[in-house]
Every structure is written in structure tokens, then in C-alpha cells.
């Protein structure tokens, strides 16, 4: 069996967590502020990528905390 390539095995994982209950979001352009904030969380240990800042940002917005 020949192995998957890279992009199989992306598309395996999305489709995987899609049909858990998780969203594509559609891709957009942060302003400068945004994105600086983005960049400062991720330096600051918050989260280890762009998503994961995003997703435990909008965790705590709705949990009412703050980093």
C-alpha cells in the first residue's frame, strides 16, 4: 500500500475533526493590532499556535477570564 502523502493526511485530519463538532473557519486578514496581540500570546506561552490562541482565546472570552 503506497503511503499517504502530506496533504492526505491533512485533509484525513480535518475531516476527523469536522465530524467532531469543529469549524473550518473561513481565511481572513488580522489588523496590525490583532495580529501583534496574536504574536505577543504566542511568545508569552498562551497557546503554541495561531489557532490555539484563537480557539483558547474565544474558550475564555466566553468563560469570562482573561490571559
Known amino acids: ?4 502523502t502530506a496533504t492526505e493526511r491533512t485533509n484525513a ?3 476527523r475533526r469536522l465530524a467532531t463538532g469543529a469549524r473550518l473557519l473561513p ?3 488580522l489588523p496590525l493590532d ?3 496581540a496574536l504574536d ?3 511568545a508569552s ?4 499556535t495561531r489557532t ?3 480557539a483558547k482565546s474565544l474558550i475564555d472570552a ?6
Not at 1 to 4: E, F, L
Not at 62 to 67: F, L
Open 1 to 4: 500500500m503506497k503511503p499517504k
Open 13 to 15: 485530519s480535518i475531516a
Open 27 to 29: 481565511r481572513g486578514v
Open 34 to 36: 490583532a495580529a501583534t
Open 40 to 42: 505577543a500570546l504566542i
Open 45 to 48: 506561552g498562551y497557546a503554541p
Open 52 to 54: 490555539g490562541v484563537i
Open 62 to 67: 466566553e468563560k469570562g477570564t482573561t490571559p
